[in-house]
């Protein structure tokens, strides 16, 4: 079965992130999105990665985003926080003392669906996470967790699956081929 391609070229990756980048926060600090240089070297491949351009990247801290990733439409990934401390309108806090912001490492092979949230306080998502959709990770997962809901919390973890088993599945009733 002939499957087309979903990473993005180069030119349509530079313009995703040129889209889905954002500084909301820049005149308190300006990070940087790094690109992991293992996402252009794959063999047949312009890149082996998916950024929406309809995705969110608050570049207040650093995203670094390692190879194989699939961050999809409307998925919003924050590095700051407000200060919500004190009865001070929260809007003159922040005027006074800024945001609090950190950077962010996103591992190899981690998909966050559809509109998920990754709030600032995570700071790592390593290999192999997969944020299911609509789900708001508070929290650092570890390797190759798939975590869904509000707050997202652990359901599942991915594990080996020979080709035989895969083939299994796509024969299920109402999986769909191309």
Not at 8 to 30: C, F, G
Not at 92 to 119: C, F, N, P, R
Not at 138 to 149: D, I, L, M, R
Not at 154 to 163: E, G
Request: hydrophobic fraction near 40%; charged fraction near 20%.
């Amino acid at each position: 079965m002939a499957y087309k391609q979903t990473t993005l070229t180069r030119a349509m990756l530079d313009e995703s992130i040129e889209q889905a980048r954002r500084y909301p926060h820049k005149h308190v600090h300006k990070g940087e999105l790094i690109i992991s240089p293992e996402v252009f070297q794959t063999p047949g491949r312009e890149t082996n990665i998916l950024i929406s351009r309809f995705s969110m990247l608050d570049c207040t801290g650093s995203i670094q985003i390692g190879p194989w990733c699939n961050i999809s439409a409307r998925c919003r990934i924050y590095t700051h926080d407000h200060i919500h401390m004190g009865l001070t309108p929260l809007l003159a806090v922040e005027e006074e003392y800024g945001v609090i912001w950190q950077d962010k490492i996103i591992g190899t092979d981690v998909w966050i669906h559809d509109s998920a949230m990754v709030l600032s306080q995570v700071t790592h998502i390593p290999d192999g996470v997969v944020l299911g959709a609509g789900a708001v990770l508070t929290k650092n997962p570890g390797p190759y967790e798939v975590w869904a809901g509000v707050p997202a919390r652990k359901i599942d973890k991915r594990t080996h699956a020979d080709p035989a088993m895969i083939q299994e599945r796509m024969a299920r009733k109402g999986f769909l081929l191309k």
